[in-house]
């Protein structure tokens, strides 16, 4: 389900609203992981703690976050964009990429809570449809 | 059989108190009601709902009775499992049956509506849609797809 120019256009204009709470949204959207998927602990056992809002899921959250910034800037060529962040995940971090539809799902739950009014249905469209192929484009390299 | 923690109860209760059944007007256009969103997100799913006319776009979907009246029956239908809470199973038996023999749904729907429903009830809900609310909303869902599903073969 390829991105239309309109996806992308919709996509950039969300994250530069969105962008000034990237780490709270990457914080509430990882917290929430955690606690609604319990599987999703078995990947951060060396944490100190996965309590919502911790440290270290704050710390992590950060990082997720500033990854999908990368993949907005690189959004005309996900694939190409993402090949690090990609060969990190097949070959080290070796996540089960059903868990990139989980996060993805906690993120659009966590935009909805915090931006309602921006949380248009072409948003939410374009945003889903975005993630999927983000999710793709890091599964790239995994075999 | 499913446990659930008082708590656990309380959520869903208090979600279902929230829930607005009559989602129209000018409002609904931005806080996007329940049935709209599976609609649109996913338009693959308007092919049980061929004979309900103008789907093309967000605002023809918003603004469609039957999409409406529609949105309500499915309403009424999670209702329900949450005053049956403790025998969602039995209690879904006959609608399970008439999804898979007599409307032919596939079942992998009822994941997208509950994860569009949550979306929805988050906007709706803000910031009081914590991680234990969530939790509990989507055990819910979980029970309620899992008894759907049931009398598929």
């Known amino acids: 389900m390829s991105l239309s120019a309109n996806d992308k256009a919709t996509v950039k204009a969300l994250w530069a609203k969105i962008s000034p709470k990237a780490e709270d949204i990457g914080n509430e959207a990882l917290s929430r992981m955690l606690y609604v998927y319990p599987q999703t602990k078995t990947y951060f056992s060396h944490w100190s703690s996965l309590s919502p809002g911790s440290a270290p899921v704050r710390k992590h959250g950060k990082k997720v976050v500033a990854g999908i910034g990368l993949a907005v800037e690189k959004i005309d060529d996900l694939f190409a964009g993402l090949l690090t962040l990609s060969e990190l995940h097949a070959f080290q971090l070796r996540v089960d990429p059903a868990n990139f539809r989980i996060l993805s799902h906690c993120i659009l739950v966590v935009l909805a809570m915090l931006f309602p009014d921006d949380f248009t249905p072409e948003a939410h469209l374009a945003m889903d449809k975005f993630l999927a192929r983000l999710a793709l484009a890091l599964s790239d390299k995994y075999r | ?153």
Not at chain 2, 21 to 28: L, N, S
Not at chain 2, 42 to 50: D, E, G, K, L, N
Not at chain 2, 61 to 66: E, H, L, Q, R, W
């Open chain 2, 1 to 153: 059989m499913v446990v659930w923690t008082d708590q656990e109860r309380a959520c869903i209760q208090d979600i279902f108190s929230k829930l607005n059944y009559e989602v129209a007007g000018p409002k609904a256009l931005h806080l996007y009601g329940y049935g709209f969103c599976i609609l649109f997100v996913y338009p693959w799913t308007q092919r049980y709902f061929a004979s309900f006319g103008n789907l093309y776009n967000a605002e023809a979907i918003m603004s469609n009775p039957k999409v409406a009246a529609h949105g309500v029956v499915v309403l009424h239908g999670l209702d329900r499992a949450m005053k049956n809470m403790d025998d969602i199973k039995n209690t879904y038996a006959e609608l399970s049956v008439l999804h898979s023999e007599k409307l032919h749904v596939d079942p992998d729907n009822f994941r997208l509506l509950a994860d569009c429903l949550t979306i929805v009830i988050a906007a709706n809900m803000g910031t009081s849609f914590t991680a234990d609310v969530q939790a509990a909303w989507q055990k819910f869902l979980a029970v309620v797809v899992s008894a759907l599903r049931r009398q598929y073969h």
